[in-house]
């Protein structure tokens, strides 16, 4: 019984964003209302309890709010000096095989954009560039809205990861393996359903091979992230290495068109020199112990 009382809050938020269709904030504001009346009424919280709740609550805000403006910043950063747009711009001269494509962009491209920013970005950078490749508009939103599902976890700088950490009080050594492995398979599967919102169950068995290889090597990529310890880039550092094993997989599914267009390599590698510098900056942060141990002296509790 306490069980399902410990579990209302969060059934009652997602009913009512399912079934009633209501607003995350809308339903958030409700699910609140529902732990705050269990916490008084069923489990006997007293003002001091539900002071401290309520600042732990705050400080976790804070801290994810903190995360997510800085994927944000760095996103916004990248997006004006034009790196999105000329990533973007490449991606498409790989191949004109739809199906190619459909994995290129909308699932190891939104996946990246997930991992450095997430929050919407994934789609609303991918919908147009899909929808000038001449898919249909429907296809063009729920490709990326499936690619980039599996990375959310260790997506936009870890912030969700780093919000299961503090609700859950467990760390990220027993959380984090476990996450990955089932993230992992997650992705495999997401990248089948994208080649079939592409072109269907014929894409599926055409690029079946393609596809498998790609999401073992996401997996796999994320999977020694959050093993090393990093796993606030860990879908991050998956999607680049579905980008390098993509990339020479995608130049075998050309298309009819035998050209397909000429690589910028030069303002490619100018384009994800920014990204090259937070992977250097956290693998710095990560594996210096005198950087790392001076900067954890930082910290807020309650």
Known sequence: MMFILALLPVLVILSLMLGLRWGASRAGAAGYLTALTVAIAAFGAGPQLLAVAHGKALLLTIDVLFIIWMAFLLFRVADEAGAIKTIGRALPHLTTDKGMQALLIGWVFASFLQGVGGFGVPVAVIAPIMGGLGFAPLAAVVIPSVGHSWAVTFGSLGSSFNAMMAATGLPAGVLGLPSALFLGAAGIGVGLMVAHAAAGWRAVRRLFVPALSIGVAM?????????AGLWNIGAFIGS????????????????EMD??????LRELGIAISGYAALIAITLGIQLIPGVRNTLGQVRFSL
């Not at 997996?219 to 093993?227: F, K, N």
């Not at 980008?243 to 298309?255: D, K, Y």
């Open 219 to 227: 997996a796999l990529g994320q999977y020694i992230a959050v093993r």
């Open 240 to 255: 680049l290495v579905g980008m390098a094993v993509g990339f020479p997989l995608a130049r075998r599914f050309r298309g």
């Open 259 to 264: 050209d397909n267009g000429k690589l910028d």
